[in-house]
């Protein structure tokens, strides 16, 4: 039986070889989140109900903990737009299901979109009254999440567009405002009228307010958005002239001018006697005229003087909003909560500006996506599309996802994602939710929130992924969300051994503006991209100098030194990420092409690319555990979904059911205790068991699981001993 077995593997993995991406075999696969009843795979058991029983997440030791001082740490997901405001009917499900899967917090954004369900009313001229109908149901919402242990994090200010009532010049013409409420008086008291609103609202559900919510683990002031960011993409220039703009756009010559009026009073301040006299002739001003700001395209042969005094403003501008928006959250309403600025997000450029300011608050945040896609407008059918590269993260391992996120980290401060996403239809998503999962434990890091759960109303959910960001309806990435959870909230990849150390003087501050995207994503000579895959790092100032810093060689595998994570990549593209420790292992990437066996799992595999993760649900080392989490995903699609002829975009994203690419071969469960027998039960979406029986058997190696038929994502595996 063995040998026949292996004989068709073997065959079969010759036929895969030279088999295209277009031969996949694909299966129906869906999640039902409305049905949780029997779901043999429940981690709410990792949450403690209610959240905020027992007082606020704080900060200590630059770490979140809990009131009693334990670790916290936030394995969360993002809900946007309408899927903030479920109805009574769907907000106990949702809720439910997000606890089923290990999900401890929900970052709620876009509660003011104005393309979709929001929080301001409807049928007004002004943005500065919340609809009472949609309050009601984030109340519920809330509440239903508390119940579960899910803590919340509330976003101020992330897609408000303002009507002509409210009084803001050039409405029509800012989109979401941003850079604005930098330097803008109306649009800071707005944003604080519309925190005071909220903050202060009392939800009848909870009995609490929103400022003395427990349940209320961070709040977040401004989502992506940054001074110092529009002036090198140069969005402070003063051109637009196009209503409804969108989400980067440049700001209107009305602003502009007002900014260069603030520019000049403040060189007044600034610079004394002949020092601006001096700083006029250099800018080329002159007589009576103002001291004109620089655009990108001056900055390299801008003088070392007038670059570094224009960037010391916009910090400046940005550190004050930030400084008086945290002083009136904790100070005028109450606010009891944690409170985060905004993201570095911004990779091809440097973030250390923005940090300067962002890290004076209680919590830093960063946020990045692999691959995220571009958008252009397609010349023959006039139709919005977008392209991806479409290209495994495992390849490119010093611009991954880990490598990028690390600079944002500083020392002191709590550090969260709150986005992440291999965006669909990346035919590689698999790899990404193990990996960031391993290496911000590995990192020490504080939570991760990937982006997004959905967009929609539940009542609109479907069983397809309708765009590029939802997880709901994704089998794959929801799996491994479950199958992660454990491994991150549990931190069993334990951190680093070395902390890298990184200073900055606020000149190099200042130049890593104008350092070419080339430097990216540290923008710090001498500084190795495989330095965060083997030791972390942080920011230890902003008012020093460090390094020279250790040589880390790039060669594969890339082994952290803790030895529990390594990286294999190289000239053939085959990448794989190996994750051992006594509770959870993995193989990720190309297993197929790199037999790898870990200490207690190996796998023999068809596919070409494919994540194959082991963890144990009850707490124990694999060898002793009982119940054991089989975790086997590839890619995911929708039902006749097509693909352009590079794969890198979508002529057709298809329709229901959603599909995945079955993993199928051989998984050897090795040196585990002695066992009187095995059990691996086959799940469905739900996690509910399959009729289907799994093939077994136990050999000299171990026991070895067929895998791949029935079609599924994940395995409950239990052991007798």
């Known amino acids: 039986m063995e040998k026949r077995i292996y004989g068709g593997i073997l065959l079969l993995l010759l036929v ?10 694909m299966e129906p696969f869906t999640i039902d989140w409305r049905d949780g009843s029997g779901s043999l795979v429940d981690l709410s058991f990792l949450l403690d109900a209610p959240a905020g ?25 993002n809900v946007t737009a309408a899927a903030c405001f479920p109805s009574k009917a769907d907000a106990p499900a949702v809720a439910a299901h997000l606890a089923r899967f290990g999900i401890n917090c929900v970052r709620f954004h876009f509660l003011d979109s104005n393309w979709s369900r929001s929080l301001f009313a409807r049928g007004r001229d002004d943005t500065r ?107 402070l220039l003063g051109k637009n002239t196009k209503k409804n703009p969108g989400t980067w756009t440049d700001i209107t010559a ?54 570094h005094t224009e960037a010391a403003f916009y910090m400046e501008l940005e550190g004050n909003y930030f400084r008086e928006m945290y002083r009136y959250l904790k100070e005028d309403i109450g606010v009891r909560a944690l409170v985060a600025g905004t993201s570095d997000h911004n990779h091809y450029k440097s973030g250390y500006p923005l940090l300067v300011s962002t890290s004076r608050l209680d919590v830093v945040d960063g946020h990045v996506y692999w691959q995220h896609p571009s958008y252009f407008t397609d010349g023959k059918t006039g139709r919005r599309s977008f392209s991806i590269r479409n290209t495994p993260m495992v390849n490119d391992p010093f611009n991954s996802t880990v490598v990028q996120l690390s600079r944002s980290a500083v020392a002191g401060k709590p550090y969260t994602v709150s986005e992440t996403n291999h965006p669909f239809p990346s035919e590689y998503a698999c790899e990404g939710i193990g990996i960031l999962a391993a290496y911000s434990s590995f990192h020490d890091w504080d939570g991760i929130f990937f982006y997004t759960f959905e967009h929609k109303d539940p009542g609109g959910w479907v069983k397809k992924m309708p765009g590029h960001f939802d997880i709901c309806p994704d089998p794959v990435r929801m799996t491994n969300l479950a199958a992660c959870a454990v491994m991150f909230l549990r931190a069993d990849v334990r951190a680093a051994v070395e902390t890298v150390a990184r200073s900055y003087t606020i000149k190099q501050i200042y130049e890593s503006i104008r350092m070419p995207s080339s ?26 100098e460090s390094g020279p810093y250790e ?18 990549h190289g000239p053939k593209g085959r990448g794989l990420v190996t994750i051992e420790t006594e509770r959870s292992q993995a193989l990720i990437g190309f297993v197929r092409d790199n037999q790898r066996s870990l200490e207690n799992v190996s796998a023999e595999v068809e596919n070409e690319f494919c994540s194959v993760i082991l963890t144990s649900l009850d707490g124990r080392a694999i060898s002793a555990s009982g119940r054991l989490l089989l975790a086997a ?60 029986p799994v093939d077994l058997q136990k050999g000299l190696g171990g026991w070895r699981i067929r895998i791949g038929e029935p079609p599924t994502t994940w395995y409950l595996i239990r052991v007798e001993r």
């Open 129 to 235: 009254e919340l609809d009472a109908a949609s309050l009601d149901r984030l109340d519920y919402f809330i509440a239903e999440l508390k119940k579960r242990g899910i803590y919340s994090n509330i976003n101020l200010n992330v897609g408000r567009v303002y009507r002509k009532g409210d009084g803001v010049k050039d409405h029509e013409y800012i989109g979401f405002g941003k850079a604005l409420n930098y330097f803008d008086e109306r649009i800071m008291m707005l944003h604080k009228e519309y925190a005071q609103q909220l903050l202060t609202h009392k939800n009848p559900y909870t009995g609490s307010e929103y400022r003395s919510e427990p349940a209320v683990a961070i709040v977040e002031l401004v989502n992506e958005n940054s001074i110092v960011e529009s002036w090198f993409a140069d969005r």
């Open 16 to 25: 895969a070889g030279i088999a295209s991406a277009q031969d996949v075999r």
């Open 519 to 544: 430097e990216r994503p540290y923008f710090t000579p001498g500084f190795s991209p495989a330095l965060p895959l083997v030791h972390t790092t942080r920011i230890a100032s902003f008012s020093g």
């Open 633 to 692: 995903t590839a890619r995911s699609a929708n039902t006749g979904m097509k693909w352009n002829d590079k794969r890198t975009s979508l002529v057709d994203w298809g329709s229901e059911p959603s599909l995945i690419e079955p993993v199928r071969g051989l998984v050897t469960l090795r040196n585990l205790e002695p066992a009187k027998n095995i059990d691996v039960v086959a799940l469905n979406g739900t996690g509910k068991p399959l009729e289907e």
């Open 254 to 307: 009305w602003y502009a001018g007002r900014l260069t009026e603030k520019y000049n009073s403040w060189l007044k301040k600034r610079l004394l006697g002949d020092e601006l006299e001096r700083f006029r002739e250099t800018a080329g001003a002159g007589p009576g005229e103002p001291v004109p700001r620089l655009t990108a395209k001056e900055f390299g042969r801008a003088h070392e003087k007038r670059f």
């Open 551 to 568: 040589r880390a060689a790039e060669e594969s595998p890339v082994v952290c030194d803790t030895k529990e994570l390594s990286w294999c």
């Open 53 to 77: 029983r027992d007082g606020f997440v704080r900060v200590r030791d630059g770490r979140l903990v809990r009131p009693d001082g334990g670790r916290f740490r936030i394995w969360g997901v």
